[in-house]
């Protein structure tokens, strides 16, 4: 059974209604993306009867803009005008399903598996950078992860190192007293490291689940930005061993392959662990996971599909592509 089938099928039966409630705000996050990329795929079948060379060039436009990459475009299409012509498939419909298995098998093959939740250490506080460029939601991002946490059970605790850009450590104060989770707060144009170290033996002595550092999102200057971040790992390693056990990079999905740029300089720099990609619902280029994906070979691990604290969710492979393509 084709994966087209696949999810089709899966979706149609009974399932739990946390399951139901998980799809539906899918559908309701990237329906912007759905309309731009299933619409016009569906549009775009409908005209034609029989593909031939004018098909794939729209194809190949519907799929560069919806922000799959340039690359991975051409990928795409040429396997399946290859598959066209050795399998004999006319039929566009058929194409679109041979379409969503090279997809799904890209995405799952591009990297090491597909791993979402953060992977808690045993014996001690899990320590987990966040970075990414101003902008792009990391402050809320950080209280979304501190919540999910808080509602696991685990205790959190925020520092707030992103001490070059002005008002952060205020939100993020913001979000920690809402949360009613302990911050460690230094002066502006304080050493982020000696933030980690106060904020790692704060995690040691009061036997913090995850302990969650905010960095300075700039990347201006490249290797200022590889020594700062590699002073704090320093530091973090030295009191908690195997710190950073995670390094998250946050992208805005509505900045398109801007993001994917960004994620690219960050890799260069920084060992990501997994992508958080936030503002799905506000952007018609929902692409951009597989782009991101096929470049860099890093997970997605969580998707924001709106605005609420309860709307970052773990990032599940047949959700997206289901949400993507069709209608629940």
Known sequence: MGLFRYL????????????????????????????????????LNKRYQKVDSAYFEELEEILIEA???????????????????KENIHDPNVLEEEL???????????????????????DSPTVLLMEGVNGVGKTTTIAKLAYRALKQGKKVLLVAADTFRAGAKEQLSIWAERLGVEIVLGKDGADPASLCFEGAKKALAEH??????????????????????????????????GAP??????????????????????????????????????????????????????????????????????????????ALLMEA
Not at 24 to 33: D, E, I, N, R, T
Not at 67 to 85: Q, W
């Open 67 to 85: 922000d799959v990459g340039v690359d991975l475009t051409l990928r795409l299409v040429e396997e399946l005008l290859e598959k066209s012509e």
């Open 100 to 122: 969503v298995d090279l997809m799904f098998v890209g995405y799952v093959e591009k990297g090491e598996g597909v791993i979402n939740e953060i992977h808690y250490a045993k």
């Open 245 to 322: 056990h995670e390094t998250f990079l946050v992208i805005d999905a509505t900045t398109g392959q801007n993001g994917v740029s960004q994620a690219r300089a960050f890799k260069e720099v920084s060992d990501v662990t997994g992508i958080v990609i936030t503002k799905m619902d506000g952007t018609s280029k929902g692409g951009i996971i597989l782009s991101i994906r096929d470049e860099l070979g890093v997970p997605v691990r969580f998707i924001g599909l709106g605005e609420k604290m309860e709307d970052l969710k773990e990032f599940d492979l047949d959700e997206y592509l289901h």
């Open 8 to 43: 089709k099928e899966k979706f149609s039966k009974n399932r739990s209604e946390e399951k139901k409630e998980e799809t539906k705000l899918y559908q309701q996050g990237m329906a912007k993306s759905r309309s731009a990329f299933a619409g016009k795929l569906k549009e």
């Open 208 to 241: 913090v689940d995850l302990l969650i550092v905010d960095t300075a999102g700039r990347l201006q200057n490249k290797a200022n930005l590889m020594a700062e971040l590699g002073k704090m790992k320093k530091v973090l390693g030295r009191e908690i061993p």
